[in-house]
């Protein structure tokens, strides 16, 4: 029983010399080779009834990646997976996972490479903080960004230097040193306690373990050598990474700055097209200012006549006093009406104070669809639409930051203004179009609900799904930077925690619903 039990066991080492000496053949390309030592290994599992390991799986699937036969190596990369689920081995796990991520990134299916490799790293980070299985994903997952998202290419670029700095730094080094020295401290015990058992056993037990041996000293002077060499090239790597980190820091102090520009543009460009409106706007209280000046001048005039005569008529002058009364009281209301559209202007033209105030959202909206409806009728004499405003009058002010939430009502109320006017001025068939901008606001339970909505030319599927991407437009070049709406969902989402979505039918019309949350008392 114990020779049987012994013969076994030199036959799983066997196994795992083959598969090692498979291993070095597929790391140089020489698959016809790789394939023939994994066959090998593959009979020596299956004479012994041994379950066979996850690794060789993904190994034979490799020799197929490497070799174009993608089906096949798939169906391999899976029965590994599932091994590997077996035996919970999480090395093994996070091994597969980065091969089915090189597998379906050069399938060309990106999603499911950044899934795969993502999930490797997951469970390299479970092993412990520091491995190779976490560099090797850190490093797949920053190509996979590299043309998609430059932060998250420079994310997993960083998680790949730390890790390498944790495990091939000089503290790590002595610490793998010192494991090295533990582990063949182990082994000669063990190999002494091996020889001993073994002088009780026949000649020929003794001569296999020797060559068991020799074969195992073999391997470990062939993989202290491949360490040395992954050293080299793991520092030379490690000062790529480098380069490349100082590359995308330049890139991203460019990129912030051309942002901050771009925003500046557009802020300017929102306040151009109020321009117009806020002249309108502010001519309507200044008309009722002077006129109602008026009226008191000539009424002062009537009651210094009937102060000066002889007999006056007490009435007649009380009646004199409340019209006077009254025209101030006008004059003071519009005079505020014109302040406080100044105030408006003032406040949109200034840079964000980030600095939330409690807010009339429902005097808001009513403000910024009158400034974008007769700004454009300022430009476009041709340009008309009804509009309309639906308000809860039950909405409570809110804290919001107010110069920010008018940029984005007014950059939804123009696009809403801007679709309307498209479709009828597309009209050319005379099909009766009366059209119509609606603004709504609405309090549902601990939110704030705008919705700003059209019957104009709407949007296709494909539209929509880009619609809140920065530099993105469908308008005309010169009549839109592609950064309103990208900056509103920024608005709302970051800056206020709420949410922006839009409903749309092509030929039908648009919908953005915003969601602002707030604290009840």
């Not at 790529?240 to 700055?257: D, H």
């Not at 019209?323 to 949109?348: C, F, P, T, Y």
């Not at 409806?373 to 041709?382: E, Q, T, V």
């Not at 030319?457 to 709406?485: D, N, S, Y």
Request: net charge neutral; glycine share 4%; hydrophobic share 35%.
């Amino acid at each position: 029983m114990v020779k049987e039990n012994e013969n076994q066991t030199i036959d799983i080492l066997y196994c795992y010399v083959l598969m090692n000496i498979g291993t070095s053949f597929e790391e140089t390309n020489q698959l016809d080779s790789a394939w023939h030592f994994f066959q090998k290994s593959l009979q020596v599992f299956e004479k012994n009834k041994i379950e066979i390991i996850p690794q060789l799986y993904r190994h034979f699937g490799n020799v197929q990646f490497k070799s174009g036969n993608m089906p096949l190596a798939l169906d391999y990369y899976r029965k590994s997976l599932q091994a590997t689920n077996i035996i919970k081995n999480q090395i093994a796990l996070s091994a597969v996972l980065l091969a089915l991520s090189e597998y379906y990134q050069k399938a060309k299916q990106p999603d499911s490479s950044i899934y795969y490799a993502k999930n490797a790293l997951l469970e390299a980070q479970k092993i412990s903080s520091k491995n190779s299985e976490i560099v090797a994903a850190a490093m797949q997952l920053s190509k996979l960004y590299e043309n998609i998202n430059t932060n998250e290419a420079f994310r997993y670029y960083k998680i790949a230097i730390e890790t390498k700095d944790r495990l091939y730094g000089k503290s790590s080094l002595e610490a793998i040193q010192a494991i090295a020295d533990q582990e063949e401290e182990r082994q000669k015990e063990i190999e002494a306690s091996r020889i001993k058992y073994q002088n009780q056993l026949k000649q020929y037990a003794l001569l296999a373990g020797l060559g068991v041996f020799f074969l195992i000293a073999f391997i470990l002077y062939r993989n202290n050598k491949k360490q040395k060499k992954a050293n080299t090239l793991l520092y030379q790597q490690k000062e790529e990474i480098n380069q490349k980190s100082k590359q995308l820091e330049n890139s991203l102090s460019t990129l912030k700055a051309t942002q901050s520009q771009l925003i500046q543009s557009e802020k300017l460009a929102s306040l151009g097209e109020l321009t117009a409106g806020i002249a309108h706007e502010i001519q309507n209280p200044l008309n009722f200012v002077n006129n109602f000046s008026e009226l008191s001048v000539d009424l002062v005039k009537d009651l210094k006549e009937e102060i000066d005569k002889p007999e006056q008529d007490k009435e007649y002058i009380g009646e004199l006093f409340d019209d006077l009364s009254q025209n101030q009281e006008k004059i003071n209301h519009h005079g505020k009406r014109a302040s406080s559209i100044v105030k408006g202007m003032l406040e949109h033209s200034r840079a964000s104070t980030g600095v939330k105030e409690l807010t009339d959202i429902n005097k808001l909206a009513d403000e910024y669809l009158r400034l974008s409806y007769h700004g454009l009728r300022a430009k476009d004499n041709s340009f008309n639409a009804d509009y309309e405003l639906i308000v809860d009058e039950n909405l409570p002010k809110i804290e919001v930051i107010p110069q920010d939430i008018g940029r984005v009502l007014l950059n939804l109320i123009n696009n809403a203004f801007y679709a309307v006017n498209e479709k009828n001025r597309k009209n050319t068939e005379g099909v009766s179009y009366k059209p119509i901008v609606s603004v709504f606001t609405q309090k549902i339970d601990n939110q704030i609900t705008i919705k700003v909505k059209d019957n104009g030319i709407g949007m296709p599927e494909a539209v929509r799904a880009k619609v809140f991407q920065p530099f993105f437009t469908t308008k005309p070049t010169g009549q839109g930077t592609g950064l309103g709406l990208s900056l509103a969902y920024d608005i709302i989402t970051k800056g206020h925690g709420g949410t922006i979505e839009v409903l749309s039918n092509e030929g039908v019309g648009s919908e953005f619903i915003i969601t602002l949350p707030f604290k009840t008392n």
